[in-house]
C-alpha cells in the first residue's frame, strides 16, 4: 500500500488507488457493512463504501484537513464532506470565501468546484463513531502524504479541522517536506497558527461536526475568520 501511494504520479491515479485500499480489516468490514445496511433515508441509494479519495483544485493553495469521511456522507456518496450536515456548513462557508462555485455538496455529480483549493481526510474510510484507531491513522497515512506531494507546488496554507487533523499534519513534514516537526508539538485550539520555514503555514480551526455547530461552539462567522485568513496568508484574492 505504501508502495502503491508512492507510485502514484498525479492525483487522477492517486484517487484510482485509494479507493482500491483494503489495508485497514476493521474499517473496511464497517464501510462495506454500512453500504449494505444503510440508513432508512438512503435505501434507495447505492452507497459507495470504499475509501474517499480528496477532492478539489489540483493547484491548490489551501488545503483543508479533516478526519474521515461520514458513515452515510462520503461513504455514501463517494465525495469528501458531499450528502451530510458537517459538508453543508463546510460548503457553505467556502462559498461565501469565494471558493467553492456553490454552497451546497450533496453528490458526486452536483457540479461543486473549489477554486484554489482542496480537501482530504487523514484517514480515508469511515470508521465506527468517527474514531479511528491510532493504528489505522498511521497505516491511512501515505495516501494523504502522497497527496500532500502532489500538490506540494502550490500549497500555501492547511486548515486542520479538529484536534486528530492537527496532530496528523505533523508526520506529514517529516516525510513529505523533510522537516522536523516542532517539539513539543503546538497545540490544537480554534484559530491557532503555526509558521515553519518552507512550509505551508498551519491553521487550526474547530471540527464542522455537528457537535460543534449544533451547539454553537463554531459558529458560520468563526469559519468566515478562518478561511479569510487562510487567504490572506495563502495569496488567495
Ligand atoms: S483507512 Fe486508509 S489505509 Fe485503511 S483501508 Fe481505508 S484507505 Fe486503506
Known amino acids: ?78 465525495r469528501i464532506f458531499t450528502g451530510d450536515r458537517s459538508g453543508d456548513v463546510l460548503f457553505a462557508a ?15 455529480d452536483d457540479g461543486l468546484t473549489l477554486r484554489q483549493t482542496r480537501i482530504f481526510a487523514a484517514v480515508r474510510c469511515a470508521p465506527p463513531d ?26 500555501q496554507v492547511v486548515v486542520a479541522l479538529g484536534a486528530f487533523a492537527w496532530a496528523a499534519w505533523w508526520p506529514v513534514l517529516r516525510d513529505v517536506y523533510g522537516h522536523r516537526p516542532p517539539s513539543p508539538r503546538p497545540s490544537f485550539g480554534h484559530g491557532a497558527h503555526w509558521s515553519g520555514t518552507a512550509v505551508p503555514e498551519l491553521l487550526g480551526c474547530y471540527h464542522v461536526s455537528q457537535q460543534n455547530t449544533f451547539t454553537g461552539r463554531l459558529t458560520p462567522e468563526m469559519l468566515d475568520d478562518v478561511f479569510a485568513r487562510a487567504k490572506r496568508l495563502a495569496g488567495v484574492d
Not at 39 to 57: I, L, T
Not at 58 to 77: E, K, M, W
Not at 94 to 108: E, F, I, K, Y
Request: net charge positive; hydrophobic share 45%.
Open 94 to 108: 467556502l462559498h461565501r470565501a469565494g471558493l467553492a462555485n456553490q454552497p451546497t455538496s450533496v453528490a458526486a
Open 1 to 78: 500500500m505504501v508502495a502503491r501511494a508512492a507510485r502514484a504520479t498525479d492525483l487522477a491515479d492517486l484517487d484510482a488507488a485509494v479507493a482500491d485500499c483494503f489495508a485497514c480489516p476493521r474499517l473496511v468490514d464497517w464501510r462495506e457493512e454500512v453500504a449494505r445496511t444503510k440508513r432508512a433515508a438512503f435505501r434507495d441509494q447505492e452507497y459507495w463504501g470504499r475509501p474517499v479519495p480528496g477532492f478539489g483544485d489540483p493547484a491548490a493553495r489551501i488545503a483543508i484537513l479533516g478526519l474521515a469521511p461520514a458513515a452515510h456522507g462520503g461513504n455514501r456518496t463517494g
Open 130 to 155: 468517527n474514531k479511528p484507531t491510532p493504528a489505522e491513522r498511521d497505516t491511512c497515512a501515505p495516501w494523504l502524504h502522497r497527496e500532500v506531494a502532489l500538490i506540494r507546488p502550490t500549497l
